[in-house]
């Protein structure tokens, strides 16, 4: 088998695990959240300017959260295009 066909694979694994990972980790912090929620919905005692905070506090985490996911999705199109390129120069050099 091909080496660079090997690290395709692995690759491949490795996004496949981080996006599964990502996903799980985007369920509970949505569930985090929406109980938040209702903390602070049942929190009459919070002024406005608490649930304010919180609110922000969500915003950023899911702003970051989605950031970051955007950051290793380019990552991994990186990496891919880099063994496309190799896999590509390999033929090329090979005829």
């Known amino acids: 088998m091909d080496n ?4 395709k694979q692995m690759l491949d694994f490795q996004k ?8 799980a980790m985007v369920m509970m912090q949505g569930q985090a959240e929406q109980m938040a929620g209702n903390l602070v ?3 009459t005692w919070l002024p406005e300017e608490g649930r304010k905070v919180v609110a922000d506090w ?3 985490y899911k702003k970051g959260r989605d950031e970051y996911k ?6 991994f199109q990186k990496v891919e295009a880099f063994f496309a390129d190799a ?3 390999k033929a090329a050099k090979s005829k």
């Open 4 to 7: 660079t066909q090997v690290l």
């Open 70 to 75: 955007g950051y290793v999705d380019e990552s």
């Open 58 to 60: 969500v915003a950023a």
């Open 41 to 43: 919905d049942q929190a």
């Open 87 to 89: 896999k590509s120069a």
């Open 16 to 23: 496949t695990t981080f996006d599964n990972a990502f996903s």
